[in-house]
């Protein structure tokens, strides 16, 4: 299960998310659900250009103010040895 943070969720563009669309009455649980296009969340090579939905291949949470910090301070770091 991929895990994404609201903040991460929101920088994605509306082109690539949306919301499940059940035209043919397939999956009437999944309505409302958020998708995104595969290759935007999820780098593995064998996921790539398929529709992930809410809850069945991601979740959104919620980061905690200290979880949030310690990904900045990585995301950081990262940059100043590469």
């Not at 969720?9 to 082109?15: D, G, P, S, T, V």
Request: glycine residues 4%; negative net charge.
């Amino acid at each position: 299960m991929i895990e994404i943070s609201k903040e991460q969720w929101n920088l994605i563009e509306n082109a690539y998310k949306g919301e499940w669309q059940d035209y043919y009455n397939e999956h009437p649980e999944w309505l409302g659900r958020k998708v995104v296009m595969s290759g935007i969340i999820s780098k593995d090579p064998h996921e790539l250009g398929k529709l992930l939905i809410e809850v069945v291949h991601f979740v959104i949470i919620q980061l905690s103010p200290f979880k949030a910090l310690n990904q900045c301070i990585r995301k950081y770091s990262y940059a100043l040895h590469t």
